[in-house]
Nanobody, 124 residues
């Protein structure tokens, strides 16, 4: 069983930065594509970013392009989401999820494992 754990959430003012991390207490993540998703109160979950197992391919939602950067450490077992120029509309619970694939599509309904989330609050 792959258990994902997110960390790094918190409260920040608009324009500030946070770095989220996604790690595992189970199998190594190096063979999984990792997606970051978020869900704000009263809204549907949305995809934020995805990185493939090699770390060479990524994609981003239009709403975060140019502000968020996804990466993974050299061993591929820690996945980061660097969030800069944060806006109040970025406020949400952020989840990482893993899919055992070589692609970097990260469709929500195809992810195999999910973390419990970390809350990000951006004040204006």
């Amino acid at each position: 069983q792959l258990v994902l754990v997110e960390s790094g959430g918190g409260m920040v003012q608009a324009g500030g930065s946070l770095r989220l991390s996604c790690t595992t207490t189970g199998f190594p993540l190096e063979y999984f594509a990792i997606g970051w998703f978020r869900q704000a109160p009263g809204r549907e979950r949305e995809g934020v970013s995805c990185i493939d197992s090699s770390g060479k391919n990524t994609n981003y939602a239009d709403s975060v392009k140019g502000r968020f950067t996804v990466s993974r450490d050299r061993a591929g077992n820690i996945i980061y989401l660097q969030m800069d120029s944060l806006k109040p509309e970025d406020t949400a619970t952020y989840y990482c999820a893993a899919e055992g694939t070589t692609s970097w599509d990260c469709q929500s309904n195809k992810m195999d494992f999910w973390g419990k989330g970390t809350l990000v609050t951006v004040s204006s």
